[in-house]
């Protein structure tokens, strides 16, 4: 038998229902994969093994007691260290937290709860989930376990990681403007940002309100949309969730694409896109072809503009969303004899470079001298681009494109030019504008270093993404490789 | 000399009576213990998230409607970014621009048998702040439990001219939401908050002058001496050659003057932007149609009802409305006595008296309509005199004793037999021999002086008509 | 648009920020980068067009005005830098 942290989800618990393996194994190999690789891999910010243990002992208590089980019962899951933890310490990489223990559970991880899932810890990120790299982590950077002297990718580099050094069967990452996707092609796993309103947001520490989106992050389609069933669906707690019904995604996966329209938009290919990406993400479009789907070029001309837009929009929502970090409350503060002094001292204490710097120009945006120039114009052009891709999606059933214009960078190379770190999201900001759902598989690799494809759907069409993901990975096996650790 | 008029507007704050918070299920106790009413939404934990109470959004559309206001058919909420330590998310819940849930409408006022039409500018919803206390000299402490309560702001336009004039807006005003139930109308306890603008100008000029905001009204007497003494400064400024600079004052209630605040730093920027954690209200003509249909009789109305149904004169009518309590207080008492006038004189004149006295609401008063009713009556059918039924108002508001009981006990029953008080007159005519005969010598104001004393031989219970009549027969013989 | 370093220093003052003059020169360079990046938008003319807060519209989403449960003092104050009886405490505010 392989060994048990190799396995994907939905091999486990089939062992777990035949009775071949117990959650307590489970966790046990889990953690053990984590001690042996983590000090060079970095993933974790925090490892909860006695909690992940007493959740698995509670597991194999109830299949001992006969009970029928949710499917993801037993199962490690890794989370991002922006998801609100009931008493785990949730930091969002940064130091203004100071180690702060929510006193109450992300609605998505009191599912998950529900569900009887183990916890195993809680993933690195780019401080606030602002950055594309990991980098930016207050607290330390996290490498790709393809190379471990580039990044994973981010702002959901952590949990790309810990997946893809298979330190946890399953990951929750958060997507603003492709922080699951990005990292998940850099990683080689499989990443779906769903559409905005599917995942309550109640719990994600906020980056920008009205783009974010939780969403899994796993070693295959099928464990995707496990994760995905578990945390969809809408929420009282948050006003933005969508009161849409939630399809069975198992039964989504099916290799079943005749007939299936594929858009391929230029302008995603024109933006810095390196030959070998293109060439690999014009080949699993060729393979989707042969096995029964159309595919033709289409222009979006909006597409262009997506990338300043969004870098209005999220840091202006942003600006407002870190407002509430001020010394009062909870997390740090630099004490000083009035207020001002002390908020002031406490942000630039607490805060590293990035965040301030988007801080800076939310709260420059947003003034009342530039607030038409720059945010209101923003918004507009979100018009622009939602409007591209509800015309794209009349004819079309999905979108193909890269993930990222390249594969994994080096540590340190694109840290002193943040507008090169940030094109490396330039495929996947568009989308997140304009609200639908986008998945990221593994589509090659290029000098041992994976590369992604990402397929876009219009709201609600998580199914077909599914379908068409599951289609092309069943037909190819870049999913069956790992890092060599 | 150059005469003044002053140019008020009035920005009016009122918590809404919902049982929870605007944006999350803390329940709106006031007076409970510190942070006691919190939760991760109203202290603007990281993560979480608001969703609106519909009961506020209806509260808002409801006043918005009794003031005549015009229903955006779709209204958003804002963020207001800025910085305070009672303030837990950084930025405060509000609406703005052009899409308030109610806009344009009006208040009518009477001040000097004058109606007046004021402006109403808009009608919004947003969330209340923490509470900060000073304790030390080195440290502040703060309570959350008002934060996030649903808040309604109601801007009026600049239509006041006097501090007589803004007193009765707010009168009239608070008496508007007290009718709806949306708000207690406690100034006092902060539910209701004033902060009027006020500038100053030559009498008929059209130009506007400069404005200050004045704030830490508690009162309407806060009101009224604060906006009073507020035009007189400036037009002593004016007077004096100088400039009113725009600025916030702060009136103070120990000193009874206006003292202005510590500008700030630098001015206020609050980047409004539409809150993207919340989706836009959309109403429909059915639902404000609905809204429209479930308003109560409202003080304007009522005031206009009382005059003509109870015959009562303007002014009882408008004092008795003030409060919807107060209003039910004298409908349910006039129901049980037929003298609608007496009841009105007695509610405008002891009750409120005392319960103004004693600080206490009409909703606290141990005199019942019932119990005031009743002691109308005893003194309708000469149980008792009115000057005993003051007494026994006493008794009843201290005890809340019903009146029959007690003038039983206290043996208060007006004395009616001729004989008895024909007995105690003749002898003290006997007594005052001099003074009778002064009497009927024709200096009539010693009347007084006999009725005075059976009165005082009868612990008051004489009944005063017979025993002048008794006097009368006896000079007539 | 270019924007001067005195500028960045009343940004940083707005959004509670003690920057140093180092900082503040590397975020002069820094956004006015970024700024450059976003005149092409200027390039749309978006005058007819509506603004687009939210990808997927919805309206009118409220609760019932139920009281719920909430934290106890304790937890609410747990990770407060500085709390008294149930109190949070800071620096003494000088305004009012």
Redesign the interface.
């Given at each position: 038998m392989a060994e048990l942290h190799t396995l994907t989800a939905h091999e486990l618990a089939d062992q777990m229902r035949r009775g071949a393996v117990s959650a307590r194994e489970i966790a046990e190999a889990t953690l053990a994969r984590i001690a042996a690789v983590d000090e060079r891999v970095k993933s974790f910010v925090t490892v909860t093994p006695e909690a992940a243990l007493a959740q698995a002992r509670e597991v194999d208590e109830r299949r001992a007691r006969g009970e029928a089980l949710p499917p993801l019962a037993g199962i490690p899951i890794a989370l991002k260290d922006n998801l609100c933890t009931r008493g785990v310490r949730t930091t969002c990489a940064s130091k203004i937290l100071d180690n702060w223990e929510p006193p109450y559970d992300a609605t998505v991880v009191a599912r998950l709860r529900a569900q009887h899932a183990v916890f195993v810890g809680k993933t690195n990120l780019d401080e606030f989930a602002m950055g594309s790299s990991t980098e930016n982590s207050g607290l330390f950077v996290t490498h790709n376990p393809w190379d471990l002297s580039r990044v994973p990718g981010g702002s959901s580099g952590g949990s790309a990681a810990a997946v893809a050094a298979r330190e946890a069967t399953l990951a929750l990452g958060s997507d603003t403007g492709g922080s699951i996707r990005q990292p998940a092609a850099f990683c080689g796993v499989v990443g779906l940002k769903p559409t905005y309103g599917r995942v309550s947001r109640y719990g994600l520490v906020a980056f920008a309100s009205s783009l974010d989106q939780i969403g899994p992050m796993a070693r295959d389609v099928t464990d995707a949309a496990l994760l995905l069933q578990a945390i969809s669906g809408s929420d009282p707690s948050d006003a933005t969730s969508a009161p849409v019904a939630v399809p069975d995604y198992m039964q989504a996966l099916r290799p079943e694409v005749k007939g299936l329209k594929l858009g391929v938009p230029r302008e995603f290919f024109a933006q810095g896109v390196a030959p070998e990406v293109e060439a690999a993400v014009r080949a699993a479009v060729d393979r989707l072809v042969a096995l029964g789907a159309e595919a033709e070029e289409v222009s979006m001309p909006h597409i262009d503009y997506a990338f300043p837009a969004f870098y209005i929009i999220a840091p202006a929502e942003a600006s407002s969303n870190l407002a509430r970090y001020d010394g009062v409350r909870y997390g740090l503060r630099e004490p000083a004899s009035d207020p001002t002094t002390m908020m002031e001292r406490t942000r630039d204490a607490g805060f590293g470079a990035e965040v301030k710097q988007r801080i800076m120009l939310g709260t420059f945006t947003l003034s009342a001298g530039y607030y038409d120039a720059y945010y209101l114009k923003a918004l507009k052009v979100r018009t622009l681009v939602k409007q591209d891709f509800d015309r794209a999606f009349e004819r079309f059933d999905l979108l193909v494109a890269p993930v990222t214009p390249t594969v994994a960078f080096a540590i340190g190379e694109r840290a002193n030019d943040p507008l090169q770190m940030k094109l490396a999201d330039v495929c996947t900001v568009p989308v997140n504008l304009a609200g639908g759902p986008a998945i990221a598989v593994p589509c090659g690799f290029h000098a041992g270093l994976p590369i992604g494809l990402q397929l876009m759907a219009k709201p609600f069409a998580e199914e077909t993404l599914l379908r068409a993901a599951y289609t092309y990975e069943q037909a190819t096996d870049w999913h069956l490789r790992a890092p060599a650790l | 000399m150059t005469e003044f008029e002053a140019v008020i507007g009035m920005e009016v704050h009122a918590e809404l009576l919902?049982?929870?918070k605007m944006f999350?299920?803390?329940?709106?106790t006031f007076g409970a213990?510190?942070?006691?009413?919190?939760?991760?939404v109203?202290?603007?934990?990281?993560?979480?998230?608001?969703?609106?109470?519909?009961?506020?959004?209806e509260f808002v559309a409801r006043t918005a409607l009794a003031l005549h206001c015009e229903i955006s058919p779709?209204s958003i909420f804002y963020?207001k970014?800025y910085?305070?330590?009672d303030l837990?998310?950084?930025?405060q819940v509000s609406q703005y621009g052009d899409d308030p849930i109610g806009r344009n409408g009006y208040i009518e006022i009477v001040v000097g048998g004058q109606t007046r039409r004021i402006g109403i500018r808009r009608c919004h919803l947003e969330e209340d702040t923490g509470k900060?206390?000073?304790v030390?000299?080195?440290?502040?402490?703060?309570?959350?439990n008002r934060s996030g309560v649903a808040l309604m702001e109601i801007v009026s336009e600049p239509d006041l001219r006097s501090a007589e004039e803004a007193r009765e807006y707010l009168v009239q005003l608070r008496a508007i939401l007290t009718y709806l139930g949306v708000c207690d109308g406690k100034m006092e306890q902060g539910s209701l908050r004033c902060e009027p603008n006020i500038s100053v100008r030559p009498k008929g000029s059209a130009a506007f002058g400069t404005k200050t905001e004045l704030k830490n009204l508690n009162s309407f007497r806060a009101v009224s001496r604060g906006i009073e003494y507020e035009i007189e400064r400036q037009v002593a400024v004016i007077r004096a050659g100088g400039q009113v600079t725009q600025e916030t004052w702060?009136w103070d209630e120990t000193r009874q003057v206006t003292a202005p605040?510590?500008s700030?730093?630098?001015e206020q920027?609050y980047?409004?932007?539409?809150d993207?954690?919340?989706?836009?209200?959309?109403f429909t003509p059915d639902w404000v149609q609905t809204q429209q249909e479930s308003l109560p009789e409202l003080p304007r109305q009522k005031q206009l009802r009382f005059q003509e149904q109870y015959g009562l004169p303007a002014y009882d009518a408008q004092i008795l409305t003030e409060t919807r309590a107060l209003a039910d207080y004298f409908e349910a008492a006039a129901a049980r006595h037929a003298d609608a006038k007496a009841v009105s004189n007695w509610v405008m004149g002891e009750l409120l008296g005392r319960l103004n006295a004693a600080s206490l609401d009409i909703s606290e008063s141990k005199v019942t309509p019932e119990g005031l009713a009743g002691l109308l009556d005893l003194v309708a059918n000469g149980t008792i005199s009115g000057k005993i039924a003051k007494d026994v108002f006493e008794e009843m508001f201290v005890s809340g004793k019903a009146p029959e009981a007690i003038v039983q006990e206290k043996g208060l029953t007006q004395i009616s037999d001729e004989g008895a008080l024909a007995t105690t007159l003749d002898a003290i005519i006997a007594a005052n021999p001099k003074e009778w005969e002064a009497l009927k010598g024709g200096k009539e104001q010693l009347t007084k002086f006999f009725v005075g004393q059976v009165m005082r031989a009868t612990k008051g219970r004489a009944n005063p008509q017979l025993v002048n009549d008794l006097l009368k027969q006896r000079l007539a013989s | 648009m270019r924007i001067t370093s005195e500028y960045v220093g009343q940004i940083g003052r707005l959004s509670r920020l003690a920057l140093t003059d180092a900082e503040k020169e590397r975020l002069t360079t820094h956004l006015n980068a970024i700024l450059a990046h976003f005149e092409r938008l200027q390039e749309l003319d978006t005058t007819q067009v509506p603004p687009t807060a939210h990808s997927i519209p919805m309206e009118n989403v409220f609760r019932d005005d139920t009281p719920r449960p909430g934290l106890t003092p304790a937890e609410a104050t747990a990770a407060a830098p500085e709390s008294a009886e149930d109190m949070f405490v800071g620096p003494r505010i000088v305004e009012t």
């Open positions: - | 919902t049982a929870s999350c299920g803390c329940p709106t213990a510190p942070n006691t009413q919190v939760c991760p109203c202290l603007g934990l990281p993560g979480s998230l608001p969703v609106p109470n519909r009961r506020a959004v779709r963020r970014n910085y305070y330590p837990p998310k950084g930025y900060l206390f000073h030390s000299p080195q440290t502040s402490e703060v309570d959350y702060r605040m510590r700030k730093e630098f920027e980047r409004y932007f539409p993207p954690d919340l989706v836009p209200m959309v | -």
